[in-house]
T-cell receptor, first 116, second 114 residues
Framework: ETGVTQTPRHLVMGMTNKKSLKCEQH?????MYWYKQSAKKPLELMFV???????ENNSVPSRFSPECPNSSHLFLHLHTLQPEDSALYLC???????????????FGPGTRLTVL | AQKVTQAQTEISVVEKEDVTLDCVYE???????LFWYKQPPSGELVFLIR??????QNEISGRYSWNFQKSTSSFNFTITASQVVDSAVYFC???????????FGAGTRLTVKP
């Protein structure tokens, strides 16, 4: 139990659907992350929030929209996805970013997304 | 630019064998952090270790040991007397001192057979 939970664990959606992924951390962290893990590709960092402000957006298509209402919750809103977006979406959290902060990230179990 | 290379895609060993997972990195940062994570079939990445670039002391934790060599930009991970429960994908990762972006290697899938 790492203290980071994600729901749902599995999601199947059509290309015209709108869905949201939820992440919650119980570790007292102030930074949260979304990663995409596709088959046979390295983990790709999608978004970073630190102190509830987005600090990183790695050229992610607009059909992915993150939301961080507070330091414990992170959402990823999905709209008009493509089949190639099928992947494992991992959420992580860490202590606040900053100079010298040794902030290893703790991961949730992921949401396995399939886009039909 | 930061890059992590795990050249071994898959490794298969028999239980009780020792196994070393290689990790080579590239960075222009003078200060950085290196990490190892384990991803079992359940999917969740489990943090194993963090190493600071200014601390080259090797570390041992039970059956796990890590060999950090700055001169060769390597941070290798050895499992001694492997067990079936060690079967997982192992990721090496790198983060710069003031960088939000943690770069992961492609991972090494370790299978330990009974």
């Amino acid at each position: 139990e790492t203290g980071v939970t994600q729901t749902p664990r599995h999601l199947v959606m059509g290309m015209t659907n709108k869905k949201s992924l939820k992440c919650e951390q119980h570790l007292g962290h102030n930074a949260m992350y979304w990663y995409k893990q596709s088959a046979k590709k390295p983990l790709e960092l999608m978004f970073v929030y630190s102190l509830e402000e987005r600090v990183e957006n790695n050229s992610v298509p607009s059909r992915f929209s993150p939301e961080c209402p507070n330091s414990s919750h992170l959402f990823l809103h999905l709209h008009t996805l493509q089949p190639e977006d099928s992947a494992l979406y991992l959420c992580a959290s860490s202590h606040p970013l900053g100079q010298g902060t040794q902030n290893e990230q703790f991961f949730g179990p992921g949401t396995r997304l399939t886009v039909l | 630019a930061q890059k992590v290379t795990q050249a071994q895609t898959e490794i298969s060993v028999v239980e009780k064998e020792d196994v070393t997972l290689d990790c080579v990195y590239e960075t222009r940062d003078t200060t950085y952090y290196l990490f190892w994570y384990k991803q079992p079939p359940s999917g969740e990445l489990v943090f194993l270790i963090r190493r600071n670039s200014f601390d080259e002391q090797n570390e041992i934790s039970g059956r796990y040991s890590w060999n950090f060599q700055k001169s060769t930009s390597s941070f290798n991970f050895t499992i001694t007397a492997s067990q079936v429960v060690d079967s997982a994908v192992y990721f090496c990762a790198l983060r710069g001192y003031n960088n939000n972006d943690m770069r992961f290697g492609a991972g090494t899938r370790l299978t330990v057979k009974p």
